[in-house]
């Protein structure tokens, strides 16, 4: 088995990390590793108003100067690769989607990010293999971050105290998933909740942007002019297409490297819609929300109503050999069901979703795509499609609505 395999068992000591490991063989087109990272990280950090200056934490955790850690440090570990061994995109390119539609397999996930009228498709067969892009979309400066461990995608706002920066990974894991640090003070911060867990900046929080997954296929037919990230660009050699994670999102296994208790009401790979919103966090089990084709499922966190829609045609990137190739568990959004103040009501009705109130129809992407309110938006609402075992550790408290 080569370094990248994760075939061959969920054992206690027989799983290796994938994309969590760099090859020997697998090297960057151009620059090294060492080199690149150098050139993104700072070293001016003191220089900068309002930011503080200490040792880095990528090397020192213990630092006196340090606010305390918000995890316990002997929990964040070592999932194999050195920092930026998992080399993030600083540099992304894209492609017109009318230009690439051949591309990708219609039902491979995607991360869709639209800002100020900017939408990007980022690929999972990129992602497993770099876990971060450093991008700017719709003028805002963000990181798109993936964690094939926990099987999230959430993406920030790259500022801090008011300073731009960009993310690395720190080649740790804290709860089975990704560790990131910021290249302005490398502190470290949870891929998962975007907070600074060790470092001068502890305590901080990332700003999150909602970037739901889709498949390929729903984000073209959403956004027609947008972006994706051209995958035979990234400078790197890697098996693009190729799911070093066959089987790991068996519900019957364990996640990789948690050292924490699963929280019993579930089992820890059960795939779960988590929502936070003031101040409380819900998670539907995708038992509840995925029915038939495509469902709608009314939700309430925080006391706010909201809906969840669900459709079929996403594949699993965590199943088959082939990021494409795996089941089917389909694509969710979730949504403040109000347009113009006027709540919207609304079912799944044969290929779309319908509201009752106008019968106008709509995408999974919250966008009316026919009748009297065609093009109107609902607001969306940040969510994840994670594991249990993450949320719960993560949100420890939520509700868990499973039917």
Known sequence: ?????????????????????????????????????????????AELEGIPAGPSALTDRTAEVFPDPLVPI??????????????????PVFADVAESIDQLEPAESVVALEI????????????????????????????VTYCP?????????????????????????????????????????????????????AGDHLEPIASPLM????????????????????????????????GYDNPDTD?????????????????????????ASVAYTMKLVASGERSVTPATVG???????????????????????????GSVGVFVPVIDGAPVTLTADGDTFVDEETASRWNIAGIAIGGPLEGSRLERVEHLDTFWFAWSTYRPGTALVDG
Not at 2 to 24: E, K, Q, W, Y
């Open 149 to 201: 461990l926990c099987n999230s995608a959430v993406s920030y706002h790259r500022v801090v105290r008011g300073v731009e920066t960009t993310f690395g990974t720190s080649g740790s894991l804290y709860a089975s998933a990704l560790v990131m640090y910021d290249r302005l003070t490398e502190s470290l911060w949870t891929h998962f909740d975007g907070q600074a867990i060790v470092g001068v900046l």
């Open 74 to 91: 002997a929990e964040i570990i070592s999932g194999g690769p050195p920092p930026d061994g998992i080399p993030p995109l600083d540099a």
């Open 303 to 329: 006391g706010n109503d909201l809906v969840i829609l669900w459709q079929t045609g996403q594949s699993s990137a965590l199943d088959d050999s082939r990021i494409g190739g795996g089941d089917d568990v």
């Open 1 to 45: 088995m080569d370094r990248f395999g994760m075939v061959t068992a969920f054992t206690a000591g027989a799983l290796i990390v994938a994309a969590c490991g760099a090859s020997p063989e697998d090297e960057t087109v151009g620059d090294d590793l060492s080199s690149s990272t150098v050139a993104t990280s700072t070293t001016t950090s």
């Open 255 to 279: 996640p990789f490297l948690f050292r924490g208790v699963v929280d019993d009401r579930e089992r820890a790979k059960q795939r779960v819609v988590g929502i936070s919103l003031d101040e």
């Open 215 to 246: 498949s390929w296929e729903e984000f073209v037919e959403a956004y027609p002019t947008g972006k994706v990230l051209d995958w035979t660009e990234t400078g790197f050699e890697r098996d693009y297409g190729r799911n070093p994670y066959e």
């Open 116 to 143: 100020n009228g900017d939408a990007r498709a980022y690929p999972v067969r990129v992602l497993i293999w770099h876990e971060i892009v450093n991008d700017t979309v719709g003028g805002t400066p963000v990181s």
